[in-house]
């Protein structure tokens, strides 16, 4: 691959990655496969750290199961301590935080680099160019004017197209986001 065919691409990545800023981590919704850290001050036998269940729970001594999938930590230590409150504890004082986030996987196939299935945390925005950047970026065979995405949306699959040369030209690199369990196809080019 010359520097030609992925110059335009790394400076479309380079810009559309742009830092979160601090209050977008405070937005964060709790999701399945995430890993939570739960503290009940003064409350050793409370205090550890939970893997959230595909059902969106987590499960506690004491309480059994709390569901926190879909809330803000805020809100989801307040559904804990609401839970101890009821004939457990008299003022409990709950954190939870998470420090592990849950992975959003997804593959690029075709005329990439190196076609594999891929990983980033599900709290991370990731455009397209962005995901075949991580595959290696396009090989010289590849016709960036038809790349394709196959998705499930409400329960059927859907095939988009995209025309990444002109989307790292025209700067719209960031106006498409990858979703868990994409799958992007790299075509070759006919000439």
Same mark, same amino acid.
């Given at each position: 691959m010359? @520097?030609?065919?992925?110059? %335009?691409?790394?400076?479309? &990545?380079?810009?559309?990655? %742009?830092? %979160? %800023?601090?209050?977008?981590?405070?937005?964060? @919704? &709790?999701?399945p496969g995430d890993i939570v850290q739960v503290s009940v001050f003064q409350e050793k036998d409370l205090t550890s750290s939970y893997r959230v269940m595909a059902d969106g729970t987590i499960s506690m001594p004491l309480i059994g199961s709390v569901r926190v999938a879909g809330m803000p930590s805020s809100a989801a230590s307040a559904a804990i301590r609401a839970r101890l409150l009821d004939g457990y504890l008299v003022d409990p004082q709950v954190t939870l935080r998470v420090i592990g986030y849950a992975k959003m996987r997804f593959t690029v196939l075709g005329q990439v680099a190196t076609p594999k299935s891929l990983s980033v945390p599900a709290n991370e925005k990731?455009?397209?160019?962005?995901?075949?950047?991580m595959a290696g970026g396009p090989t010289r065979l590849a016709n960036q004017r038809k790349v394709t995405v196959k998705r499930e949306v409400d329960g059927e699959l859907r095939v988009l197209e995209f025309d990444t040369k002109k989307m790292a030209r025209d700067g719209t690199s960031g106006s498409f986001l990858v979703r868990d369990r994409d799958i992007i196809t790299v075509s070759e080019s006919i000439f």
């Open positions: 010359t @520097r030609s065919h992925i110059a %335009p691409l790394l400076a479309a &990545v380079a810009l559309a990655a %742009p830092a %979160p %800023p601090a209050a977008a981590a405070d937005n964060y @919704r &709790v999701s990731l455009t397209l160019l962005q995901a075949i950047a």
